[in-house]
């Protein structure tokens, strides 16, 4: 057994089809494009969202909604994950380290929906009033960057 002379199974490989070489092929002349029309033509392609000529799709749906481009999308942080934390100064880097937001580069606001047990001084980017109140209730600070 060598493996330099190992072969495919009968009948698991087929040759290419030789498109436009001569009627004797079988298809040849029209080279199995069918006789007139737009997929006959070269260059020709079928796009994906095309319907045949049908109104499409994103013309028959109905056009309604605004998405505001300026919009901030925040990375939530509740206070009640704040309490896992072992450190008072909580800034953007130390919640990226301790897993509680994904990315750094974007901004973050704490929202008030537990009770705090300890004192905090945080610098993030947008705080609700619920979270300034038992932040500041607790003897913390809030700074907005």
Do not use: C
Not at 47 to 56: D, K, L, V, Y
Not at 97 to 123: S, W
Request: net charge positive.
């Amino acid at each position: 057994m060598d493996l330099s002379k190992l072969n495919h199974a009968n009948g698991a490989r087929r040759d290419r089809k030789r498109i436009g070489r001569g009627q004797g092929s079988g298809w040849g002349l029209t080279a199995g494009r069918g006789e007139k029309g737009y997929g006959s033509r070269a260059g020709s392609k079928k796009r994906s969202w095309f319907e045949g000529g049908q109104m499409p799709l994103q013309r028959r749906l109905p056009k309604f909604g605004f998405t505001n481009l300026f919009r901030k999308e925040y990375q939530i942080v509740n206070v009640e994950s704040l309490a896992k934390l072992s450190k008072t100064e909580v800034t953007i880097e130390v919640l990226y380290k301790n897993g509680l937001i994904k990315k750094q580069d974007r901004p973050v606001k704490i929202l008030g929906n537990a009770e705090l047990k300890k004192k905090f001084d945080i610098k993030v980017h947008a705080v609700s009033k619920s979270a300034r109140e038992k932040i500041e209730k607790q003897g913390g600070s809030v700074t907005i960057l």
